[in-house]
T-cell receptor
């Protein structure tokens, strides 16, 4: 099935623990993104990747890291989770980043609670 | 700074028409997107405008005025399944999307 998958669907995590959120797409899209969505706020970009092998920082990158070893996978790692990282995390992809009309396709999201 | 403003919540009646407004101030402009997001689900693409004017797609239309930094999403013949949040996002000078907080649309029978 074409699209983006994320794992886990939800997770409760103790503060200070390390956690990796997984994201895989099978559309052969060049660009991938990680967002967090909090009540009352718009989606905020954490990190992005324009193509395999490259990554960049978004609006709220602190406390998060990413890697893009291949086209399909774009994991997001919280090195030492804190309660303020409680959020819903969405992974997205688009065919490219140049050109304004690049529709982003979203995964189903991961609901993360840090206690 | 960059800013996208849209109403927090709107209520409309089944079968009616509703207009959801979005105003923006961004560093550069490479188009404006509207997405729909049902509760607990991922956002899905509705429309894209880069030139001034109205784009119609079935029951949904989207309008853009670049000189006014303004867009609206028009939903006609409202159905209960249209109850969702509607997200406005602007592609800035770096082709990054800047997102509004979303407008929660409640449809009443």
């Amino acid at each position: 099935i074409a699209g983006i998958t994320q794992a886990p669907t939800s997770q409760i995590l103790a503060a200070g623990r390390r956690m990796t959120l997984r994201c895989t797409q099978d559309m052969r899209h060049n660009a991938m993104y990680w967002y967090r969505q909090d009540l009352g706020l718009g989606l905020r970009l954490i990190h992005y990747s324009n193509t395999a092998g490259t990554t960049g920082k978004g609006e709220v990158p602190d406390g998060y890291s990413v890697s893009r070893a291949n086209t399909d996978d774009f994991p997001l790692t919280l090195a030492s989770a804190v309660p303020s990282q409680t959020s819903v995390y969405f992974c997205a992809s688009s065919e490219d980043t140049s050109g304004g009309d690049n529709e982003q396709f979203f995964g189903p999201g991961t609901r993360l609670t840090v206690l | 700074g960059q800013n996208i403003d849209q109403p927090t919540e709107m209520t409309a009646t089944e079968g009616a028409i509703v207009q959801i407004n979005c105003t923006y101030q961004t560093s550069g402009f490479n188009g404006l997107f509207w997405y729909q997001q049902h509760a607990g689900e991922a956002p899905t693409f509705l429309s894209y405008n880069v030139l001034d004017g109205l784009e119609e797609k079935g029951r949904f239309s989207s309008f853009l005025s670049r000189s006014k930094g303004y867009s609206y999403l028009l939903l006609k013949e409202l159905q209960m399944k249209d109850s969702a949040s509607y997200l406005c996002a602007v592609s800035d000078s770096n082709y990054q999307l800047i997102w509004g907080a979303g407008t929660k649309l409640i449809i009443k029978p």
